[in-house]
Every structure is written in structure tokens, then in C-alpha cells.
């Protein structure tokens, strides 16, 4: 069975755009492949948090990721502090990555501006840390909303250096990357991703937002200049956007959804897309709130941690004899 990896970052609850980008994929692909999902606190830590939000965030995570329909019988979850393979192999993979590289990524490039000389270096050394993480599992595939693209070219490049220099230990991971869904713009400025930390939260639909606040979002997010539901991303990205939201909340396709809307107008569109979008977190909510304050929680980050280390320090163990870093007895 070829292996999956992929990791989310605990820097704040997670959006409606992680949602259909990344983990909505694992539960369809969790079935076919064995699968290891990370709540990546290393990551997050390349930008300041706070303690305490950190550890709850963390946490809600862990929980999201089971309430969206990943089995734990199927799937691998654990915390990426938990697992020290990843910051010992990200320190290998810092040495073999160059700074040029490391400075060319756009989300450095975006992440640093605007912080003078405080630039922390965990954002320069970021991508590096993120190729070990999918590295040490022997990793296929890669599944990714868009914005992950380059960083996962990179780590292809990385394991290739690696393997050219030191002989074959690294398996080279495929990105896959939806086909509708890879890039949920914000509501309110559809030139511009979906984030968890964009500080105007009428921007993103969060996946612990309860009804009122979704319906008012919706109806509150930004449209084109014309009346018409048509789906083009160029000339109409906000009603775009919308279509690509209410075709992967509904199951129905974007054309099937034109043809729906065809002659109706915004205010009916954006309430029958906030009933969809509603009718897709309402079963989420209630397993979250089943499962965040369970003991069962912390058993399953448990065993997830245990399997995780075992594989990952065979891994770690093969780099680092090839590099000549393990002793000779
Ligand atoms: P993060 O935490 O920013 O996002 C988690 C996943 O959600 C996807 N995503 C989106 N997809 C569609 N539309 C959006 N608006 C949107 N916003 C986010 C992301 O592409 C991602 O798949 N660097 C990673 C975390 C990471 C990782 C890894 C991923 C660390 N190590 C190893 C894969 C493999 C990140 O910051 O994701």
C-alpha cells in the first residue's frame, strides 16, 4: 500500500478552505493508502504564539481531524513535537538546502514582509522542516491545496540532492492537489487565499463557526459586478469562488449549479449556499464537540505518536548512517 502524508498547522482553528483543500481529500484517499496526518506545532512556532492558544488550537485540531471522518483504526494522527526525528532530520535537510532556494519561496517572501530585521529564522528554515516531515515516512503522495506546490518542489529536490550525494534513502513524494478546491479564496477579497490568520475574519468561514456567523459571511461576502451565476475565474472570481464552495459543500457540479441559478439572483444563491455549507459542518460540530474533551483524544495522539516515532527513527537511522553520523561498532 503506497503511504500518504500531510500536515496542518495549529496556528489558529482551521477554515472551511483547509477544510476542502487538504482534508477533505484525506478521507476520501484514506481507505487506499496508509495514511499519516500531522498537527505541525513546529511549524507554527516560526511566528510567534501563545502558549496557551497553542496547546488549545493543537488540540482542536487533533479533534477536526477525526470529526471530518478520518478513522483512527485507518489512519496515523499525531503531533509533530511528539515525534524529535522531525527537527533532527529538518536540521539535515537545512544543510542540504541552499539560501538562495530557502529565499526565492513566495510564503517566506509573503510571511517576512513588512518585519524589518525581525524576521524569524524558523520562517527562512521552514520548508527544510517541512521536507522531513514528509521524508521520514517514506512518502508517495502528498495531498495539498495549491499553495503547497512549491514547497513541495522543493522537497523533491532536496531528497534528490540527498539521494545523489549519499546513495538511495529517500523515496521522491507526488503532490496531488484537488481539482475544484485547491485555491478557497477569502469572502471578502477573492484575489487573495482563504487563511486562518487573516485578521478580518468576515474573510473566512471557520470550521467551528456556529450558524449564525456562517449565514452572516455568506451573505455578507463580495460578488461581481453582474447578476449572473456563471462560473469563470478570470472575469467573475468572487462568484467563482462561491460556485466552487457550494459545488464541493453539495456534491452537485458547477455545471449542474448554473444551470440552477440561471436567471435567479445573489440573494437567493448565497442562501441556498449557506444552507449547504451549513448542512456539511453541522456533523462535523457535533462529533468535534463529542471528541475534544474526550480521554479518547489524547489515547488516540498516543498510539498515533508511537507508530509515528517507530517509523520515523528507521528513517533517521538510515540518513544518518549514510552520512557517516551513526557510529561503527
Ligand atoms: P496550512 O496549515 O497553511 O494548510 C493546511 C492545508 O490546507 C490547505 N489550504 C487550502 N486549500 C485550499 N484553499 C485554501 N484557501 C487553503 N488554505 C490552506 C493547504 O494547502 C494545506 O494542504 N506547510 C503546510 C503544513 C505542512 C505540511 C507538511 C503539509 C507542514 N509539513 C508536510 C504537507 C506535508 C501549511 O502551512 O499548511
Redesign the pocket.
Known sequence: MATI?????P?GII?L??Y???MKQFVELQDDYNCYF?I?NQ?AITVPQDPSTLRENSRRLAALYLAVGLDPSKITLFIQSEVPAHAKLGWIMMCTAYLGELERMTQFKDKAQGRGEAIPGGLLVYPPL?AA??LLYNTNL?P?????KQ?LELTRDLAERFNKRYGEVFTIPEIRVPKV?????SLQDPGK???KSDPNPGGFISMLDDEKTIVQKVKRAQTDSDNQIHYNPEEKPAISNLLSIYSLCSGKSIDELEQQYQGVGYGQFKSDLAEAILQTMRPIQQRFNELYHSSALDDILDQGAEKANSVANQTLQKVEQAMGMARSR
Open positions: 502524508f500531510s500536515g496542518i498547522q496556528s477554515t478552505g483547509n476542502l483543500g487538504a500531522c505541525v511549524h517541512m516531515d514528509i502528498v495539498v491545496g495549491d499553495d503547497q514547497h478546491g485547491a485555491r478557497i479564496m487565499k482563504m487563511s
